[in-house]
Structure formats: structure tokens, C-alpha cells
């Protein structure tokens, strides 16, 4: 949750957020590893309590998106 930030704000967040994980290593028993992040984001103005699920499931469908997309990447739900 990112109040007062914004379309824009939001997706330069995840975007930071994606391309931070994408350039730190991870260590396992195989040796070090490359990890991705795709994230879905959704943004809204003020909702009642019953819109915030509909705002999750934006966002849900916007990172499958990303997922379909090839992964390691940020797609933005689009007002429906």
C-alpha cells in the first residue's frame, strides 16, 4: 500500500522494488542463482471496504499479465 503516490509513483516503486531483487544473487545448494519478481499493480482513490477486493483482484490479474508477459517485469491494471 502506497497512499498518495499515484499511478505513475506506484509503478516506479514496483519497478525499483523488481529490479532490485533481479540484481542481488541468491545463494543455494546449486550455487548462486538469478531471482525474478513480476508484480501486478492497481491503483485507486478513496474505496469503500467492499472495493478494496475488487482492487486486489486487479492487481491479480495484472501480475498473471506480467507472468504471460515472460515474467520479471511490473504491469499495471488498467481501469475496467
Known amino acids: 500500500m502506497l497512499p498518495e503516490c499515484g499511478d505513475s509513483g506506484a509503478l516506479a516503486v ?9 540484481d542481488q544473487p541468491v545463494a543455494s545448494n546449486a550455487g548462486e542463482i538469478k531471482a525474478s519478481l513480476s508484480l501486478g499493480v ?3 482513490g478513496r ?3 467492499l472495493q478494496y477486493n475488487e482492487l ?5 490479474r495484472a501480475l498473471y499479465r506480467a507472468k504471460d508477459k ?3 517485469c ?5 481501469a475496467e
Open 14 to 22: 514496483a519497478e525499483r522494488v523488481r529490479a532490485a531483487i533481479a
Open 74 to 78: 511490473v504491469v499495471f491494471a488498467m
Open 47 to 49: 474505496m469503500t471496504p
Open 56 to 60: 486486489i483482484s486487479r492487481a491479480d
Open 70 to 72: 515472460g515474467r520479471n
Open 42 to 44: 492497481a491503483t485507486a
